[in-house]
């Protein structure tokens, strides 16, 4: 099997990496690796590689040195075995890692003051307490610690070995503490309310109840195998084909989209990805105010990957593909059956009943690519999914434990939340999901129209008032890059390439149909807004840079000022007829309910990409019909 450029890294090259760089650069144990990835080839290199050309390899390593504080940011050349870079990168913060996530919480558990704060609660049993670190904007940090890898931490308490970890935060006690020597700066000691008696189990044995019986066995079969194949990273699945990539931050990455149209493969998409993730808790109590997480770039949606299991998690013919990652001493461990491959039934594609001939239908289905983050308390599932009439959908679901907080009897639950149980409340939050979107419609040189829908004056050719136009305006430059949802005008955007023309003469383009799209409600010189502007719009349109990736920056973590978006269209680059990317901020705006208690049904958000004149008809018209139950086909 050949390899290609786009390919993850390797447990071998994992290795490489760390050895390389312990050997030129001489790191010492006060050397931590945040990050280690693939630095992918640049984009037009990747687009004029040919199978049987050599293959670059190349590794970005984000570290920090725990005794300074200081980042350091250093390319390996895995082909030639050494380090072609080495930069230190000033006022920066890497991202937290899961290692240090635990080794927080075992110092904050052993620290006496601590212990006698909790004892002082009546928690005894340490056993069943968690200490869970956040890291949090630099505006919000006390002063004299700014320069340090600060964290601020919440305490939880389990009611039984076997509870629900959630279910008892130690409210107004808050640890706040140097997460590079693990040192205690502040126990702050605010208020305590206690630990009311909520019904909050969900696993079976906590949780007392009868599990409903009348669910009779639901099989997905597929006796003649998957429709799909898999070839190293490359998936082709009826017209469709792209490659899996994986990183430590993104997760999984689909590249090279192309649609096999009766012979000829165009191109969609070079790359998507979900590229930033902020959750901003709208509680400005003690126990929540610091509470914005940047799940993706203050954790890493791949290193918060957690393995799936056939018959749970995917149902069905799966194929699974392994993703490999690395701790902070650069060692590589593998995460067993990270992506899900797989084909689902989708009810019926299209359908007509005549009433001369009966009826005509199409079963659909649909090529899934899939994925479960596990961030602290909640899960993110998110769901590629690719349509057989030329769809792309991807599609979140938020689900896990709600974070809650016991509040005063006196004074009753906040405005800022929902009463979910005996005086407790969920504060409200938003999850803003950034979707990078570098799509390339039949090649690179693509613009972004903006299309409108709007009535026509009523008119002696109007008489009925009837009349509704679109009016397509082109998005010139960066300048005019953000652009927001219009309920009024129903808004949509498009990708066009303007070089190519379709069977009547209209130009093929992909429709990005805005959903789930959510406003900010921020006023813009707040400090968890200055970080992170690209929440503030639902579209942002961008000429392409290989290096513009991260659109709160490439180090969020610690921020003040947002260096991605806000940076990347300053300079106003031209943006018609030229490589552009599409970035797409949607979410959940979740108002908490109690129906999310003790833990939340799956809450489902999505876009959709779809072709607008890319094909010439209906490219699902060849489907075949299925097997009809009574035997014959559904005609
Ligand atoms: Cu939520």
Redesign the pocket.
């Known amino acids: 099997m050949s390899r290609h450029p786009l390919e993850p890294l390797t447990e071998p090259e994992f290795t490489q990496t760390a050895a390389v760089l312990r050997r030129e650069v001489g790191l010492d144990r006060s050397w931590r690796f945040a990050s280690i990835e693939l630095r992918e080839p640049p984009k037009l290199d990747v687009l004029a590689w040919r199978e049987g050309d050599p293959v670059p390899r190349q590794a970005l390593a984000v570290l920090w040195n725990r005794d300074d504080n200081q980042t350091y940011e250093g390319v390996v050349d895995l082909t030639e075995d050494r380090v072609d870079s080495w930069t230190h990168i000033p006022g920066v913060t890497p991202h937290f890692t899961t290692d240090e996530y635990a080794e927080v919480d075992a110092a904050m558990r052993a620290h006496p003051d601590v212990i006698a704060a909790l004892a002082e609660r009546g928690i005894t049993d340490l056993s069943l307490v968690a200490i869970e670190v956040w890291t949090y904007a630099k505006a919000l940090m006390p002063e004299q610690w700014r320069d340090r890898r600060l964290g601020w931490c919440d305490i939880w308490y389990r009611a039984t070995p076997e509870g629900n970890l959630y279910a008892h935060p130690v409210s107004g006690l808050k640890v706040v503490v140097d997460v590079n020597t693990c040192e205690l700066l502040a126990l702050e000691n605010d208020h305590d309310h206690g630990q009311p008696e909520v019904d909050a189990e969900y696993v079976v044995g906590p949780w007392a109840g009868q599990h409903r019986t009348d669910r009779k066995p639901l099989d997905i079969v597929q006796p003649e195998g998957v429709s799909f194949t898999i070839e190293g990273t490359e998936l082709r699945w009826q017209n469709w084909s792209m490659r899996l990539g994986f990183n430590y931050r993104e997760g999984p990455v689909i590249y090279q989209v192309a649609y096999d149209d009766h012979g000829t493969k165009r191109d969609i998409a070079y790359r998507m990805s979900l590229a930033e993730m902020v959750v901003p808790y709208r509680d400005a109590s003690f126990d929540h105010y610091r509470r914005t997480a940047f799940d993706i770039g203050e954790w890493g949606l791949g290193f918060m990957t957690t393995s799936l299991e056939l018959g749970c998690d995917c149902l069905g013919e799966i194929r699974y593909v392994d993703a490999v990652l690395h701790d902070t001493t650069g060692t590589p461990y593998t995460i067993k059956n990270a992506i899900c491959l797989h084909e689902e039934d989708n009810a019926v594609l299209w359908k007509h009943v005549d009433h001369h001939h009966g009826a005509e239908v199409r079963r659909t289905r649909r090529m899934v690519v899939s994925c479960h983050a596990t961030v602290a308390n909640y899960e993110y599932l998110l769901y590629w999914r690719f349509y057989e009439d030329g769809n792309i959908e991807c599609e979140v679901r938020?689900t896990g434990l709600?974070v809650t907080t016991p509040y005063d009897a006196e004074t009753g639950p906040p405005p800022t939340g929902t009463v979910v149980d005996e005086r407790t409340y969920a504060p409200f939050?938003q999850?803003f999901l950034v979707a990078r979107l570098d799509l390339d419609v039949d090649g690179n040189e693509n613009t972004m129209m903006e299309v409108d829908s709007m009535a026509s004056p009523v008119s002696p050719e109007n008489a009925y008032g009837l009349a509704v136009v679109t009016q397509a305006t082109p998005v010139t430059s960066e300048s005019a890059s953000a652009r927001d949802f219009n309920w009024a005008t129903q808004r949509s955007w498009k990708v066009v390439n303007p070089n190519r023309t379709n069977k009547v003469g209209t130009h093929p383009a992909y429709k990005l149909v805005p959903s789930a799209s959510i406003p900010p409600m921020m006023e813009p010189d707040t400090p968890q807004f200055l970080r992170a502007p690209v929440i503030g719009h639902s579209v942002w349109v961008t000429r392409h840079h290989d290096d513009e990736r991260w659109p709160a920056g490439a180090y969020p973590t610690q921020s003040e000022h947002d260096e991605g978006m806000s940076r990347w269209v300053a300079d106003d680059e031209p943006l018609e007829n030229t490589d552009v990317v599409l970035w797409y901020v949607f979410g959940?705006h979740?108002i908490t309910r109690i129906e999310d208690w003790p833990i939340m049904p799956a809450d489902t958000v999505s876009f959709w990409l779809k072709p607008f004149g890319f094909f010439d008809q209906n490219p699902s018209i060849d489907v075949a019909p299925s097997p009809a139950a009574e035997g014959g086909h559904c005609h």
């Open positions: 938020a709600m939050h999850h959940i979740h």
